[in-house]
């Protein structure tokens, strides 16, 4: 399978240049993402402020890490249980 292409914007952002953008913007994901309840704003926000915050603090990727294992514990639990259906694939 090949990599699909970073879109330059992506890239730019990875610079250790734009760390003074990195930081506020992944705290303010974050605390968008803890009033997930609301439109516009959702749960989704949270693993995506800790991506980009990974990529300035280790502890922030190592968080991440963990959201994204317990998720799918979860939905591997709910999909035994017939609560939640496997995505069909392209």
Known sequence: MTERPRPPWLEKLRDPHWR???VPLGAALIAGGVFGFLPLVGFWMIP?????????????GKANHW??????????????RGLLRRAKSE
């Open 20 to 22: 003074w953008l990195r």
């Open 48 to 60: 995506l402020g800790l991506s980009v915050l990974a990529l300035d603090f280790p502890a922030a």
């Open 67 to 80: 959201i994204g294992r317990k998720s799918r514990g979860v939905a591997g639990w709910l999909r035994r």
